[in-house]
């Protein structure tokens, strides 16, 4: 008796032994992360995007940027029954940087658990709960010295789009700030059919998402939806900073097919 009870305690200790073994295994699996890139590169059509550069719109109007800034937050990878995996927190895309204009992108440093994903996605835009803290107490790219915050409307602006256009001969200069949590914009590169943006995360490797933001996008639709948006022919066009609302909701509208995979 005594030696059966002793085979059966060998056993238990055994089974809890390699259960401990395989618990361990599984949270080191899925503690494990590789390096993600996402480059985000700006276009204006089929042209790279710089600032101070004439470009042609659909209205006809000739423009240039002067400065181009939004946040990135909420990134996620998607899987293929379309849960959302976060990979990021806030980050800032600065195509008025100097790093942007070096190479002409804005390189976001991310982690991810290795897998295949269908694609991802992220908000133009700072979440509620950031979007309405004290902004004295928040640390870059928040916070109140971001060139980002309204004081008078405390907030931040998510998309600043600033630049000039010609018009009867003399430059007038247009900018659109958007934001306000209404205006908080998801952009979903992800698709469960098709590969156009799947994409597998490899341990050991920079794993690339490539991301264009064509700013040609903008100029589509006007504040009358039959025309376009033309700053150089219509003033109401001009500025969104305190401003009509309706403006922004144009702009905000105009940005969502700005985005694509490269």
Known sequence: ??????????????????????SSGSDSDDHTHSHVVLNISGAFGSSALTLNTPYYTSSGDTVQFTTLKFYVSEIALIDSFGVEHPIGSIHMADLSSADYTADGKVTLELEATPGFYRGLKFNVGVPFADNHKDAATQNAPLGASSGMYWSWNPGYIFHMIEGKTDSAGKSINFGWHVGEDTRNLTVRLASLTGTKTSFTVESGKDNVFNVSADYSKIFDTGLNPAGKLSPKNNPAERIHHVGPKNLADRIYANTSPMFSRK
Do not use: E, G, H, T
Request: some cysteine.
């Open 1 to 22: 008796m005594k030696l059966i009870y002793l085979v059966l305690s060998l056993s238990v200790l055994a089974f809890l032994s390699a259960c401990d073994d395989n």
